[in-house]
Structure formats: structure tokens, C-alpha cells
């Protein structure tokens, strides 16, 4: 299963990392996503890492704009802001993606959600 | 593009069947068998209900099925219940740029 950190409520301007632990199967041979959805709206992916080599690919629209990193000894994947906006405010998802290449196979798990609410 | 398109809405009755349409193009689901589709109940986290474009995961009811044709992929569900009431979303392989692309998403309420 994917356990996501709880909640978080920021100002404009301040860092994030929020986090995804895993347990019950082997951590590193699996990519995990970020998947965003603002208030209202449908879901977007927004990144993919690989934990075993830790590679890394992002939507374009995200690349620049988050971080999304994975720590193999404690088995759990984040995505980070250097400096939220308003805009960032969504409910962000993290998946087990399963396939051999990112973006290549169908999102098995998921974690419960983390709600992020910036505002100043 | 940036989603695939979904109609923003069906219903359907108890029992009856319903189909929801993900249309996409030929750089994305009409180029892979890589569409997934899942259910969302709002305050949960998704559900995987059909991959490779009709694969069941284990424990999916067999009232769900998906379709692929040309650019367009299919999620029928048969005999519907009160509980298949949620937001779905089909999602799909967009080639090695942008790589993941979800439809906008589609309510379904059960009449």
C-alpha cells in the first residue's frame, strides 16, 4: 500500500515536501507518480520516478516546478515546492505505476491523498 | 493535447448498462494498447478498473468492460448498482514527451 503524509496549509512563498511511504512489495522496482487534482477539477499526472535509479520524468508543464525524488531506505517517494503559489492548491495523489518504462502501464495503487491549501 | 475528452456527465438506472466514451488521437490511445480506466468516489483514492484497454485487475467486477476503436477507448458497466455512482477517468501512454495523459473526467449517477 502508498501512505501519504497529511494534510498541509502554506503561505504563499514557503517550501513543501509531502511524501508517499510504500510497504508490501519491493520499493525500488516499481515508478511511483504524482498525480494532481485542483479543486473542481479532473487529474493530471505530473511526474514519475523510477526509485531503483532514481530517473526522473515530468509533464512539461511541471518540470521546473516541483520536485519528485525517492529515498530506497525508507522505502517512501516525495514531491516538493520551493515556493508555493495559489495555484498549487489540489489534492495530490501518488500511484504505483507498473510497466517497464515510465508512463508505460496502468496506476495499481494509490495512495490515500494529500490536500495542499496555500493561502496567504 | 492536454486530456483526453470524456462527456462530462452520464446516467443511467439500476440494472441498466451505460458506456462512457474517452476520445483521444492517434498519438496517444490510438497509437498504444495502454488505456486504463478508473473510478474515483470523491474523498478516496482512485480505483483501477480496466487496463491494457480491457484487462480486469483481480477483484473488479465482471459488470465492467473496456473497449478499444481507432482513437477511441470504452468503459462499459453492466447492471448498474448504486454504488458504481463516481467520477471515472480514462487515462492513457501519450508517446515519450508527455507520456500520461487522463481524460477530464465523467460523472455517472445512478437513476
Known amino acids: 500500500q502508498l501512505v501519504q503524509s497529511g494534510g498541509e496549509v502554506k503561505k504563499p512563498g514557503e517550501s513543501l515536501k509531502i511524501s508517499c511511504k510504500a510497504s508490501g512489495y519491493s520499493f525500488p522496482n516499481y515508478w511511483i507518480a504524482w498525480v494532481r487534482q485542483m479543486p473542481g477539477k479532473g487529474l493530471e499526472w505530473m511526474g514519475t520516478?523510477?526509485?531503483?535509479?532514481?530517473?526522473?520524468t515530468y509533464r512539461p508543464s511541471f518540470k521546473g516546478q516541483v520536485t519528485v525524488s525517492a529515498d530506497k531506505s525508507v522505502s517512501t517517494a516525495f514531491l516538493q515546492w520551493s515556493s508555493l503559489k495559489a495555484s498549487d492548491t489540489a489534492m495530490y495523489y501518488c500511484?504505483?505505476?507498473?510497466?517497464?518504462?515510465?508512463?508505460?502501464?496502468?496506476?495499481?495503487?494509490w495512495g490515500q491523498g494529500t490536500v495542499v491549501t496555500v493561502s496567504s | 493535447q492536454s486530456a483526453l475528452t470524456q462527456p462530462a456527465s452520464v446516467s443511467g438506472s439500476l440494472k441498466q448498462s451505460i458506456t462512457i466514451s474517452c476520445i483521444g488521437t492517434?498519438?496517444?490511445?490510438?497509437?498504444?494498447?495502454?488505456v486504463s480506466w478508473y473510478q474515483h468516489h470523491p474523498g478516496k483514492a482512485p480505483k483501477l478498473m480496466i487496463y491494457e484497454g480491457s484487462k480486469r485487475p483481480s477483484g473488479v467486477s465482471n459488470r465492467f468492460s473496456g473497449s478499444k476503436s481507432g482513437n477511441t477507448a470504452s468503459l462499459t458497466i453492466s447492471g448498474l448498482q448504486a454504488e458504481d455512482e463516481a467520477d471515472y477517468y480514462c487515462c492513457s501512454y501519450a508517446g515519450s514527451i508527455t507520456l500520461v495523459i487522463f481524460g477530464g473526467g465523467t460523472k455517472l449517477t445512478v437513476l
Open positions: 492517434s498519438s496517444d490511445v490510438g497509437s498504444y494498447n495502454l
Open positions: 500511484a504505483r505505476q507498473k510497466g517497464t518504462a515510465a508512463g508505460g502501464g496502468e496506476f495499481d495503487i
Open positions: 520516478i523510477y526509485p531503483g535509479d532514481s530517473e526522473t
